[in-house]
């Protein structure tokens, strides 16, 4: 088989402990999984886990993963850059239709993550009735860290999920008071796609989310699992 143009390198996240890697396909994202975020965003209590979750994605590509600090491009066409701290779910398998009890089967690992938000953007479209994409998929929207195998740190289920931007902590929460759990987020999905090895799910962030600057240093953690850390160029 002939390429007219090589192919892409393929994208990759490290597996904490191991040399092996973890390869992307897709991202996925659930919105207002978290009662503070969703009211400080404006949200209804309609919005907060009484309904089936909602979804948006990003690119693959537009990943930037790996450990130590990670050097992530202050986006064009914005002037309010916003942090959003999550735990992402990396799958090992997929599937259809899947049952919540059986969910956690198809999880290899679990991270910590920075969904990326151009929140101007984001309001116009809302005010407008348009799409998000170009406010969620951007170049280098999606952030992550090493991944821990489900084999070394179980499924979290609750424990501290933070953000410090330049040392002073904007974002503090529990895994336990997600809306939706892990389950439920993977179930709900697989009804909407089919779920493949190497699909990633940011799972929601805790309230606080606000503005980033080029120079800033981001640290974020999950308890149990790999931490964060970037700075925004």
């Known amino acids: 088989m002939q390429f007219v143009f090589p192919l892409p390198s393929p994208v990759v996240l490290p597996v904490a402990g191991s040399d092996a890697v973890f390869p992307v396909r897709r991202i996925f994202c659930v919105g207002r999984n978290y009662a503070e975020h969703a009211r400080e965003m404006g949200a209804t209590a309609q919005a907060e886990g009484l309904e089936p979750p909602f979804f948006f994605t990003k ?43 059986v969910a956690a089967g198809l999880v290899f690992g679990y991270g910590v993550g920075l969904d990326l938000t151009r929140r101007d953007i984001q309001a116009r479209a809302k005010e407008k009735g348009h799409p998000w994409d170009m406010a969620k998929g951007f170049d280098q929207s999606a952030v992550c860290g090493a991944l821990a195998p489900v084999a070394t740190v179980g499924h979290p289920r609750a424990g501290a999920i933070w953000l410090k931007v330049n040392g002073e902590l904007r974002q503090q929460g529990d895994l336990a008071q997600m809306g939706w759990s892990v389950e439920d987020i993977i179930a709900n999905l697989s009804t909407l796609v089919r779920l493949q090895a190497g699909d990633l799910i940011y799972t929601g962030t805790p309230a606080g989310v606000g503005p980033l600057y080029r120079g800033d240093l981001l640290e974020a953690g999950v308890d149990g699992l790999p931490g964060l850390r970037a700075r925004i160029d």
Do not use: R
């Not at 916003?82 to 997929?94: F, I, K, Q, S, T």
């Open 59 to 101: 690119p693959g590509d537009a990943l930037v993963g790996g450990d130590g600090v990670l050097s992530v491009s202050y986006p064009p066409a914005t002037a309010n850059l916003h942090h959003e701290v999550e735990m992402v779910v990396a799958l090992g398998a997929g599937g259809v239709d899947v049952a919540a009890d």
